[in-house]
């Protein structure tokens, strides 16, 4: 059977001459396929046949399965004559690509049973003549050099170009037939899995990870986000510039321009520890284990100590300028510092120079996986590629007003950076490098102000402001969720607990507030929106 666009020519009327339109406008034979596949995968064999004969909808045409028995089977030369019936006749480079891919399979196949004569002859004869881009056939050549099918295993592992199984060869040749023929894997459970991730993001208070049911509409309560205050912190004796949860978030530390770094208990809400310094304190970071901390500010200081014992482990000596930003590789045996002269370092733990970059002036910085991102005082957002020990600068970003601060998503995505003057918060795509939100709403004219995401996944976008608020959007909706009242002077940075009940915020008034979930009252009053004062 010849097909060309998916359907039969039966197929082909208008499915509302055939009645196969329900009242919501979904094509009912549409529905019955979708609902075959999922029952042939979860094994009711019996009642996906039962619906096939009452329906007289069929899953798939023969030519389908027949194709998908050639790919797991590895019987190539049928794969490649079935794969014309399926690609749209239309779109030739499809078939193109789709018969690349085959050959590429069927390539690695025998690099791993160590055919090599019969491999090279399909790299030359077979895969160089569909004249695929000069640097993948490079790629596939390199392998031919590998010792073992072990050796061949580890190197394709790092490519995702090339699918490890037959099975994932089946989910990439998918992507070049036409879906109303051959249905994507799982399509039922992946338009599920789109519904309850639209739920979530209709949902201006979501800030669980917890599983919810379908057969309702989801709406959290407005009492679960973090608007009141359960603690106030003092014992600072000027200004508190930064805050920062440990991993586990049962310590906070908090720096300070009094020229000490606190460490408090956060089940307790009591100081445990306070490290004396040298100058003022602007930053601090803990290890990924928890059992140190770093910490740096004005006059050059990098610092690190143990948290618990209060004892100096190490004086990294070396910036000329403020030290405006620490923090760790995931080895926990490495730390990147960024200063105001100018410069990128990256640490040993004996206080070694590793490598070393230039940059402009360095604002601040973050670090997810291989990916460093840092912001400058000439207004850029820069992005690094960390190669073992190696930077390797791979994009700039140009930003129209001074930035102050930066995040990334837990994704590594998505860049949060505060704009001084222009007061707006904005979120970039990294991928893309396009600006995707801005948060307007709090003051920032004079100050540093840092901002950082909150909730499970990373619903919220929380930041301090200059006229002593702490203000909370919905990361999605761009909206003010809540515009906290309680410090006294411009609150100047946020720390989102790991616990995702509660958040610490710093302010010039020599105060940490903590903030937690309100009690739910007995009976629901609505709220009017106009009288929203950062309570709930």
């Known amino acids: ?44 064999t019996d009642a996906a046949t039962m619906l096939q004969q009452e329906s007289g909808v069929t899953l798939e ?44 399979q069927k390539f690695v196949e025998l690099l791993q049973a160590r055919k090599l004569m019969k491999a090279l002859s399909v790299l030359r004869n077979e895969l160089s003549p569909l004249g695929e881009n000069t640097d993948r056939l490079h790629e596939l050549s ?10 061949v295993m580890r190197q394709i592992q790092r490519d995702d170009a090339i699918a490890l199984t037959r099975d994932q060869l089946l989910v990439q040749l998918q992507r070049y037939i036409d879906p109303t023929v051959m249905i994507p894997r799982d399509r039922l459970a992946t338009l599920i899995h789109h519904a309850f991730e639209w739920q979530k993001l209709q949902c201006l208070y979501h800030n669980d990870d917890q599983s919810f ?14 608007t ?15 805050v920062a949860y440990s991993h586990s978030g049962r310590y906070l530390a908090s720096a300070s321009n009094d020229q000490t770094c606190m460490i408090w208990d956060m089940q307790t809400f009591q100081r445990v520890k306070r490290l004396h310094c040298p100058s003022a304190t602007s930053f601090c970071s803990w290890s990924p284990d928890d059992s140190k901390l770093l ?9 690190l100590w143990d948290p618990v014992k209060g004892t100096l482990i190490q004086d990294f000596e070396g910036h000329t300028d403020d030290v405006t930003s620490c923090l760790w590789l995931p080895d926990g045996q490495h730390i990147i510092s960024g200063s105001c002269d100018q410069t990128i370092r990256l640490w040993n733990m004996n206080g070694d120079i590793v490598a070393q970059v230039d940059e402009q002036r360095i604002v601040d910085m973050a670090l997810h996986g291989e990916q460093l991102v ?37 994704d590594g995505r998505f860049a949060l950076v505060n704009l001084q003057q222009d007061e707006e918060i904005h979120l970039w795509d990294l991928s893309s490098q396009w600006l995707t939100r801005r948060y307007r709403g709090y003051k920032q004219q004079h100050y540093v102000i840092r901002s950082v ?65 309100p009690q739910k009252p007995m009976e629901e009053q609505p709220v009017e929106t106009s009288q929203m004062n950062g309570k709930h």
């Not at 794969?79 to 030739?92: I, R, S, W």
């Not at 390199?142 to 050796?151: F, G």
């Not at 009141?228 to 930064?242: K, N, Q, S, Y």
């Open 61 to 104: 045409a023969p030519v389908v399965s027949d194709f998908r028995d050639a790919v797991l089977a590895g019987q190539w030369k049928q794969c490649e004559k079935l794969v014309h019936q399926l690609c749209l006749v239309d779109q030739p480079d499809l078939v193109h690509r789709a018969i690349f891919l085959i050959r590429q």
């Open 142 to 151: 390199s392998l031919m050099l590998c010792s073992s099918a072990d050796d």
């Open 295 to 303: 910490v740096c500010g004005l006059k050059n200081m990098l610092l």
């Open 453 to 517: 995401f909150g909730g499970a996944n990373d619903t919220y976008i929380v930041s301090g402001s200059e006229d002593h608020r702490v203000y909370i959007w919905s990361r999605e909706h761009e909206s003010v969720l809540a515009a906290l009242d309680g410090h006294e002077a411009s609150a100047n940075a946020i720390a989102w607990s790991p616990s995702n009940t509660m958040f610490a915020s710093a302010s010039d008034d020599k105060t940490i507030r903590v903030w937690g979930c």
């Open 228 to 242: 009141d205050t359960i603690a106030i912190l003092t014992g600072h004796t000027d200004e508190v510039w930064h």
């Open 213 to 226: 049911s379908l057969f309702y509409d989801h709406n959290c309560d407005r009492h679960e986000l973090p």
């Open 374 to 410: 840092v912001i400058t005082f000439d207004k850029k957002i820069c992005v690094y590629s960390l190669q073992g020990l190696r930077l390797i600068k791979t994009c700039d970003i140009p930003e129209q007003y001074p930035l102050t601060s930066l995040q990334l998503s837990q």
């Open 1 to 44: 059977m010849q097909i060309t666009n998916g359907t039969t020519h039966k197929q082909q009327e208008t499915p509302e001459a055939n009645g196969q339109i329900d009242t919501d406008g979904v094509p009912k034979n549409d529905l019955v396929r979708l609902f075959l596949q999922s029952l042939f995968d979860m094994g009711y």
